[in-house]
C-alpha cells in the first residue's frame, strides 16, 4: 500500500497541541516558574536557583508529612483492596439483587468529597454524633479532635467507607466476565473454594484489580478534602497530609516558591510510584506469558 | 469402577414452573448407558445435548426424573461424589499455571501421589503431542493447544465412572481433529470408559461411536449404529440431518402397498397403514434417473461432480430432490423420471417412521 506524504497533516495535530498546553503544560509550567523565584509581593520576581528544592528537601515538615501519607496510603490500600475482592466474591451474580448492591454500593462514589467529610465530622461527634455519642456511651474513650489514633482511625474509616466499592465494582465486573465453564470445569476437577479462586477468580481479576490499585494509590496520595474537613489535618499535625500541608503552605502562609518546589517533587514522586508499579506488574505478567 | 448410567423419567426445563411441553429443554427421557461403550450424541445447536450432558456430569440437577449410577441415585449428588470428567466446547486452562501443572491439577486435588502423578501428566502430555510444552505457561497458547489441554485434564483421570464431552474440538484445526479422534478411540480401547460425545457434525459422531444418540427440539429421537441411522431414520430429521446430502421427503397419500407422489402411483413393497401426514423418505442414494414412463416427473437442474460421486439437483413439483449417481455413470439423454429402489423406501407418519404392517418395529 502506499502512503500518501503530505505534511500539511501536522495541522490536524495542532488543536490537540492547543489543548494539552492551555490544560496541562502551561499550568505545570507556571508552578515550574515559580519553584525557581522569590517574590516578596507587588508582582516582583527574583531568581532563585534551586534553593527553594534543596530547602524542601532538608525540611523536617515535608519528610513528616511524607511518611505520614505513605503510611496512609499502605493502610487504605491493605484494607480497600482485600475486602472490595471480598465484598465482590460474595454479591449475587444475577437478578434484582445484584442490580440493588450494585446501585446501593455506587452511592457513596457519587457523594461530593467535602459532604463525605462533613457527614463523618458530625458522625464522629461525641456530642451529637451516632457514632461517637454510641461509642461514649458504651464507655469507649473515643475522641477525634484530641486523640491522634482516634483521628487516624476515623479518616481511615471514612475513606474504606468512601471507596471500597469502587474496588468491589471493578472486582465484580472481572469476575462477571468469566465464563461459567471455567467454574463447570474447576467442578469437575474437584478443585477446593480457594483453588477456584487463586487459580481462577485471582487471575481474571488481575488487570481491573491493577487499575483499582493505581486508582486508589493515586487518590489516596492526593486526597486533601475529606480529612480537612474532618479533622482540619489534626490534632497537631497528626493527619496533616502532604495534600493539606501543601495548601496550608501555598495558601496559608503564600510561601509561593517553596510551595512550589514541594508541588513539584509531590508529583514526581507519585509518577514515580505509580510508573515503578506499573512497570513491576506488566513485567510479572510478561515473564509469566512468555516461559 | 466404571458405572452404567441409567436416565429415569428425567426431563429438565430452566424455567421455574413449566406450563407446557415447550417450555421443556430436554423432554422426558428414559434411557441407559452401558457400561464402556462410546456414544454420540448429535443434534442441532440448541437441541438439549448439553443440558443432558450437563445433567449427567452434576453441574446441573433436572427438574424430574432421576439419574442412576449402576443403580445408585446420583440425581442430587454434586459432581465430585460421580467421578465424572468432561471437557467443554472452548477451552478451559489455568492461565498461571503450566500446562504440566494444569495437567495434574485434577489429579492433585484428588491426593494423588506425585509419582503417579508425574508416570500419567507424562503419558497425557505425550497423547495430546505437548510433551515439549509441559513447562511452558498456559496463558500464551493458542486456542487448539489450551483446548487439547482440556481434553488433557479429562484423559489424566483413568478411574472415571464416565467421559463427558461437549463439542470439544469445535476450535481445533481439521487435521489434528483426525488426530485427537483417534487419540480418544484409542483411550477407549485402552481403558473402556463409558464415553459421551456431544457434537453436531454427524461425520464426528458416525466415526467416533458405537451407538449415536439423534436428538431433535429437546428429545431423542433414535439411538442407533451408524448403519441403522442411514438405513431407518426413525424421525424425519434424523434423515435429514445425517446424510449428505440429507434424505428427501415427498408428501404422499398411503394406501396398502401404493403411495401417491403428485398423482404418481408408487409401489411401497409391504403394506402400511395411513396415519396423519404421511411422507415418503428415500434418500439420494436411492433415487434412480429413468426414461420410461414409469415414475415420478422430475426435472435435471444442476449437476454437481464432487469427486467420488455427482450429486443431481432435481425439480420434482416445485420442490428440490437431490440424487447421487456413481462418479462413472452416464446420465441417460432425456431422464426426466425417478423411481426408488425399494429397499431404501421408508414412510413416515407425522414425522416418525412407521413399519409395514405384520413387521415387528
Given at each position: 500500500m502506499n502512503k500518501t506524504v503530505n505534511?500539511?497533516?501536522?495541522?490536524?495535530?495542532?488543536?490537540?497541541?492547543?489543548?494539552?498546553?492551555?490544560?496541562?503544560?502551561?499550568?505545570?509550567?507556571?508552578?515550574?516558574?515559580?519553584?525557581?523565584q522569590d517574590t516578596f509581593g507587588n508582582n516582583q520576581f527574583f531568581w532563585a536557583g534551586l534553593d527553594w528544592f534543596r530547602d524542601m528537601l532538608s525540611s523536617e515538615r515535608m519528610w513528616d508529612a511524607?511518611?505520614?501519607?505513605?503510611?496512609?496510603?499502605?493502610?487504605?490500600?491493605?484494607?480497600?483492596?482485600?475486602?472490595?475482592?471480598?465484598?465482590?466474591?460474595?454479591?449475587?451474580?444475577?437478578?434484582?439483587?445484584?442490580?440493588?448492591?450494585?446501585v446501593t454500593m455506587s452511592l457513596p462514589l457519587l457523594i461530593p468529597w467535602n459532604v463525605v467529610g462533613t457527614i463523618w465530622q458530625i458522625f464522629g461527634r461525641v456530642d451529637i454524633g451516632l457514632l461517637g455519642y454510641t461509642l461514649d456511651a458504651l464507655g469507649i474513650d473515643y475522641n477525634y479532635t484530641q486523640n491522634?489514633?482516634?483521628?487516624?482511625?476515623?479518616?481511615?474509616v471514612m475513606d474504606v467507607w468512601h471507596w471500597t466499592s469502587l474496588v468491589a465494582l471493578l472486582a465484580y465486573a472481572g469476575l462477571r466476565s468469566i465464563p461459567d465453564a471455567y467454574y463447570q470445569a474447576a467442578k469437575i476437577d474437584q478443585a477446593s473454594r480457594w483453588a477456584v479462586f487463586r487459580y481462577i477468580e485471582l487471575p481474571k481479576m488481575a488487570g481491573v484489580l491493577m487499575i483499582a490499585i493505581l486508582l486508589r494509590f493515586m487518590d489516596s496520595?492526593?486526597?486533601?478534602?475529606?480529612?480537612?474537613?474532618?479533622?482540619?489535618?489534626?490534632?497537631?499535625?497528626?493527619?496533616?497530609?502532604l495534600s493539606i500541608d501543601l495548601v496550608k503552605m501555598a495558601l496559608g502562609q503564600f510561601d509561593l516558591g517553596p510551595a512550589a518546589a514541594f508541588s513539584l517533587m509531590y508529583f514526581l514522586v507519585i509518577l514515580l510510584i505509580s510508573w515503578v508499579f506499573y512497570t513491576v506488574m506488566t513485567n510479572l505478567d510478561k515473564r509469566d506469558g512468555a516461559q | 469402577m466404571m458405572a452404567k448410567i441409567t436416565l429415569d423419567n428425567l426431563a429438565h426445563s430452566y424455567l421455574a414452573q413449566p406450563r407446557s411441553d415447550d417450555d421443556f429443554a430436554l423432554k422426558e427421557l428414559n434411557h441407559d448407558w452401558a457400561d464402556g461403550e462410546a456414544y454420540a450424541l448429535l443434534g442441532s445447536s440448541g437441541c438439549g445435548k448439553s443440558t443432558l450432558l450437563n445433567i449427567i456430569s452434576g453441574l446441573?440437577?433436572?427438574?424430574?426424573?432421576?439419574?442412576?449410577?449402576?443403580?445408585?441415585?446420583?440425581?442430587?449428588?454434586?459432581?465430585?461424589?460421580?467421578?465424572?470428567?468432561?471437557?467443554?466446547?472452548?477451552?478451559?486452562?489455568?492461565?498461571?499455571?503450566?500446562?504440566?501443572?494444569?495437567?495434574?491439577f485434577p489429579l492433585k486435588n484428588r491426593g494423588m501421589d506425585a509419582a503417579e502423578i508425574a508416570r500419567r501428566v507424562q503419558r497425557v502430555g505425550k497423547m495430546i503431542d505437548m510433551e515439549a510444552q509441559l513447562n511452558h505457561k498456559a496463558r500464551g497458547l493458542t486456542a487448539d493447544a489450551k483446548q487439547k489441554i482440556s481434553l488433557g485434564r479429562g484423559m489424566v483421570r483413568e478411574d472415571v465412572n464416565a467421559l463427558l464431552f461437549d463439542e470439544p474440538l469445535t476450535v481445533i484445526d481439521p487435521h489434528m481433529k483426525w488426530e485427537l479422534?483417534?487419540?480418544?478411540?484409542?483411550?477407549?480401547h485402552d481403558f473402556g470408559h463409558t464415553m459421551i460425545y456431544v457434537t453436531h457434525d454427524q461425520t464426528e459422531a458416525l466415526t467416533f461411536a458405537d451407538k449415536v444418540v439423534v436428538m431433535y427440539?429437546?428429545?431423542?429421537?433414535?439411538?442407533?449404529?451408524?448403519?441403522?441411522?442411514?438405513?431407518?431414520?426413525?424421525?424425519?430429521?434424523?434423515?435429514?440431518?445425517?446424510?449428505?446430502?440429507?434424505?428427501?421427503?415427498?408428501?404422499a397419500q398411503v394406501d396398502g402397498r401404493t403411495a401417491r407422489i403428485n398423482g404418481t402411483p408408487v409401489d411401497l413393497g409391504h403394506s402400511y397403514r395411513a396415519d396423519g401426514a404421511m411422507q415418503i423418505g428415500v434418500r439420494p442414494e436411492f433415487i434412480r434417473l429413468s426414461t420410461t414412463e414409469d415414475g415420478i416427473p422430475a426435472r435435471i437442474r444442476r449437476v454437481e461432480d464432487v469427486g467420488r460421486?455427482?450429486?443431481?439437483?432435481?425439480?420434482?413439483?416445485?420442490?428440490?430432490?437431490?440424487?447421487?449417481?456413481?462418479?462413472?455413470?452416464?446420465?441417460?439423454?432425456?431422464?426426466?423420471?425417478?423411481?426408488?429402489?425399494?429397499?431404501?423406501?421408508?414412510?413416515?407418519a407425522n414425522d416418525w417412521r412407521i413399519s409395514p404392517l405384520g413387521e415387528a418395529a
Open positions: 505534511q500539511k497533516a501536522w495541522f490536524l495535530v495542532l488543536p490537540v497541541l492547543l489543548l494539552v498546553a492551555f490544560s496541562a503544560v502551561i499550568p505545570l509550567m507556571t508552578v515550574v516558574n515559580y519553584s525557581v511524607l511518611v505520614r501519607q505513605l503510611i496512609f496510603s499502605a493502610i487504605i490500600l491493605a484494607i480497600e483492596i482485600p475486602l472490595g475482592i471480598f465484598v465482590a466474591l460474595n454479591m449475587p451474580k444475577r437478578g434484582f439483587w445484584s442490580s440493588f448492591c450494585l491522634t489514633i482516634d483521628a487516624w482511625v476515623t479518616v481511615i496520595f492526593m486526597i486533601y478534602t475529606e480529612p480537612f474537613v474532618v479533622t482540619g489535618g489534626g490534632p497537631g499535625n497528626a493527619t496533616t497530609f | 446441573l440437577i433436572p427438574s424430574q426424573g432421576r439419574v442412576l449410577f449402576d443403580g445408585r441415585d446420583v440425581t442430587h449428588a454434586p459432581t465430585a461424589e460421580r467421578n465424572i470428567a468432561q471437557v467443554f466446547q472452548f477451552p478451559v486452562v489455568y492461565d498461571t499455571m503450566t500446562v504440566r501443572e494444569n495437567l495434574a479422534r483417534t487419540q480418544l478411540k484409542k483411550l477407549h427440539d429437546g428429545r431423542v429421537v433414535q439411538i442407533g449404529t451408524p448403519q441403522e441411522l442411514f438405513e431407518r431414520p426413525a424421525h424425519t430429521f434424523v434423515g435429514y440431518f445425517i446424510g449428505s446430502p440429507g434424505m428427501n421427503l415427498f408428501d460421486h455427482k450429486i443431481l439437483r432435481l425439480e420434482v413439483n416445485g420442490h428440490e430432490i437431490n440424487a447421487i449417481s456413481g462418479e462413472g455413470d452416464v446420465i441417460p439423454e432425456g431422464a426426466n423420471r425417478i423411481t426408488f429402489a425399494p429397499e431404501g423406501v421408508n414412510v413416515y
